[in-house]
């Protein structure tokens, strides 16, 4: 199933972790949201910040890998 990288990337800016959650990936949304809570706390909101743009990133690449293999896939089959 295709996802929007776009909107993987801005669910980040709600929290750290949602965009995440959006691709399927729990695991990895949940420990980001921890992370980024503890680093906030002991980093006066820079941690936050670092991890946020972080997780922007990191969705939108990994939807868009996401994607180039939904196409493959669909592609090769016909």
Not at 15 to 31: A, R
Not at 48 to 60: Q, T
Request: some cysteine; charged content about 15%.
């Amino acid at each position: 199933m295709r996802k929007d990288p776009t909107l993987a990337c801005l669910l980040n800016l709600i929290f750290p972790g949602v965009g995440h959650i959006y691709l399927g990936l729990v695991g990895k949304g949940i420990f980001l949201m921890a992370l980024a809570l503890l680093l906030g706390i002991f980093t006066s909101g820079i941690g936050f910040i670092l991890v946020m743009i972080w997780a922007m990133f990191d969705a939108y690449n990994i939807a868009k890998n996401m994607n180039s293999h939904v196409k493959k896939t669909t592609t090769d089959k016909g």
